[in-house]
């Protein structure tokens, strides 16, 4: 096969024929990826304490560790058990998860589970789920896991600082039966740290209130803590992407040049029926599952080299001006033959549209403000976190939630604890039902969603995944009761 034959290079109509009509039966055994294909992209995985298979039990330790981020230097990393990302947490839904967390940092942390649908104890929110471990101390987490989905962890003190030093991981809850066809799995955690000279963190306050604002970047742009790793591919042989965004502020816009990737999940696990998009954003806190059938396009043929392409995204205010792309991944392809992927199965999820006949209205805006010293603050309907209120919802309750943005900034919406479905963006409702938990809030638009406060009682947190925005104010809680 040459590339111009197949049809995947052909654009999303015809990479979604692709879908259901891979190979043939009688192909004979297909071809596997290339020997040590995600050697240099393999998070590390972390011992399993608990012989029982449905008790995935772990030590996890915050400490300061010092990683060769950029070559001939050191820096000392903000990390769980050492490594950047932390290790990477797998198992299946419904297994339970105990993590023996021990805080050996200089300052308190915790870890938030993001996307998880457990009790409001386990959130990991200081003053509302758990006292903040303090340097020394240690804490157990202890939940059942769910929902099969990506999901990641991360802490939820001074998080743009801790985040933006390196404290996050991924967590991938598999389902109890996953289709084989969907292809050899990669978990890809894209992130950037500020990295100095010498080798040092740059300083948490980089750039002073214009970097709150605008939503710190770090100069290094990292997939699974590496500079421009590479992942080797067969052309034509499916892989599964895992992705997840864990900068604290970066927009991350990818592109496959003449490849385009198949989403079928999102947050919480499989959405309606496989999408196919040429480029992905991942706002701060968005995660995608996509299938991607790697094509070398006729430009790239000669050195069998594509990268993985970062397009600077208009986030408002000049967030994308004068920044040329990046390349964050390069995908190797191997000789000899070519790949042929097997059938996909029919990946469609029955998802019921949100019910929005009887549900409680709640409206709140993101605002722009200032302290009373006079320095900026950002806030829910005029007021910073720390002077609000809390939104109130009966157990049970169906809600209807429109928020709007009033910023010249994009705002990723994040709610702790439900997914939600999102009924509009700025009036357009999604193409595809799915289960979100963060979604995007352009300049000036307006995201309503729908949610159901079905279960588990307790204070739950929302707001802006861009923790600058979040730690200056961008925050506020909803009481279940
Ligand atoms: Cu990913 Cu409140 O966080
Ligand atoms: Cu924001």
């Avoid at 009688?26 to 596997?32: N, V």
């Avoid at 999901?151 to 809850?173: C, K, M, N, R």
């Avoid at 209130?209 to 790793?229: D, I, Y």
């Avoid at 000049?318 to 990946?347: C, H, I, K, Q, V």
Wanted: aromatic share 8%; hydrophobic share 40%.
């Amino acid at each position: 096969m040459t590339w111009t034959s197949v049809s995947r290079g052909g654009g999303v109509a015809a990479a979604l024929m692709m879908l259901g009509c891979g190979s043939d039966a009688d192909a004979g055994p297909p071809p596997s990826q290339p020997p040590g294909w995600d050697d240099e992209v393999r998070l590390t995985t972390p011992q399993d304490l608990n012989p029982d298979p449905h008790v995935l039990e772990l030590n996890i330790e915050a400490r300061v560790t010092d990683l060769e981020i950029l070559p001939g230097l050191t820096t000392p990393a903000w990390t769980y058990n050492g490594a950047l990302p932390g290790p990477l947490i797998r198992a299946k839904k419904g297994a339970r998860l105990v993590v023996h967390f021990k805080n050996s940092l200089p300052e308190p942390t915790t870890i938030h589970w993001h996307g998880l649908r457990i009790p409001a104890a386990m959130d990991g929110v200081p003053d509302h789920s758990q006292a903040a471990v303090e340097p020394g101390a240690t804490f157990d987490y202890d939940f059942v896991l769910p929902d099969a989905g990506t999901y990641w962890y991360h802490p939820h003190f001074a998080s743009a600082g801790q985040v933006g030093d390196g404290l996050y991981g991924a967590l991938i809850v598999e389902d109890t039966v996953e289709p084989e066809e969907l292809g050899d799995e990669t978990v890809l955690v894209f992130s950037d740290i500020g990295v100095n000279d010498d080798g040092s963190l740059y300083p948490r306050d980089t750039g002073g209130e214009l970097g709150t604002l605008f939503g710190r970047e770090g100069n290094v742009h990292l997939v699974n803590g590496k500079v421009r790793p590479t992942l080797h591919v067969r052309a034509g042989l499916r892989q599964r992407w895992r992705l997840i965004n864990a900068a604290k502020s970066r927009f991350e816009q990818l592109e496959l040049p003449g490849n385009t990737f198949i989403r079928i999940g999102g947050e919480g696990g499989f959405i309606e029926a496989p999408e196919a998009q040429s480029r992905l954003v991942l706002a701060p806190g968005q995660r995608a599952d996509v299938l991607v059938e790697p094509t070398l396009p006729q430009e790239h043929a000669a050195e069998r080299r594509l990268p993985l392409r970062w397009i600077a995204y208009d986030r408002g205010f000049g967030t994308d001006y004068n920044r040329p792309d990046e390349e964050l991944l390069e995908l190797r392809f191997a000789t000899g033959s070519d790949g042929r992927s097997a059938a996909l199965p029919s990946l469609s999820r029955d998802i019921a549209p949100p019910l929005l006949e009887g549900a409680t209205p709640v409206d709140i805006s993101l605002t722009l403000g200032t302290t009373v010293e006079g320095g900026v603050a950002m806030g829910i309907n005029g007021v910073p976190a720390w002077e609000a209120g809390h939104l109130l919802a009966r157990l049970g309750e169906h809600q209807l939630w429109t928020v709007r943005n009033t910023f010249d900034w994009d705002h990723p919406f994040h709610l702790h604890g439900f997914f939600f479905q999102v009924v509009d963006v700025d009036g357009v409702a999604p193409a595809v039902r799915e289960w979100r938990d963060t979604v995007n809030v352009p300049v000036g638009g307006t995201l309503r969603f729908a949610v159901e406060f079905d279960e588990r009682p307790g204070m739950w947190m929302f707001h802006c995944h861009v923790l600058d925005h979040a730690d200056i104010g961008m925050m506020g809680t909803v009481h279940v009761q």
